[in-house]
């Protein structure tokens, strides 16, 4: 990140330690100043790590904020790391703090014989 860069992200939800199944919303922030002016980030990617591998999806602005959907259940159980990678107009770049969140294994259904 070139000197005097300011670029801030960290992830609103989920919150470090949860349990989560199904659609999992991610919010993170992503701003930077300018002098007494805090712009958002001009982009930011949500980054997933485990079991299967790790995946980025792209951050959509909300204008309070930047969001992303994860359907858990396709990855499937496990230990999970998220952080995000925001970027200002000069292109420089800023991870978060990784949060780790647990995706539990889908109930079985009931099924009559």
Do not use: C
Request: proline share 8%; net charge negative.
């Amino acid at each position: 990140m070139p000197r005097g860069s300011n670029l801030e992200t960290e992830i609103v939800t989920p919150k470090p330690g949860s349990d989560v199944s199904g659609s999992v919303s991610r919010v993170a922030s992503g701003t930077y100043n300018i002098g007494s002016l805090v712009i958002p980030a001009t982009r930011l990617s949500f980054v997933i790590d485990g079991p299967q591998g790790a995946a980025t999806l792209p951050g959509v602005s909300t204008g309070y904020g930047w969001f992303a959907a994860w359907d858990s259940a396709k990855d499937g159980p496990g230990t999970y790391s998220i952080h995000t990678i925001a970027f200002d107009l000069n292109g420089s770049r800023r991870e978060s703090a990784m949060v780790i969140v647990h995706v539990a294994p889908q109930s079985q259904k009931n099924e009559e014989p």
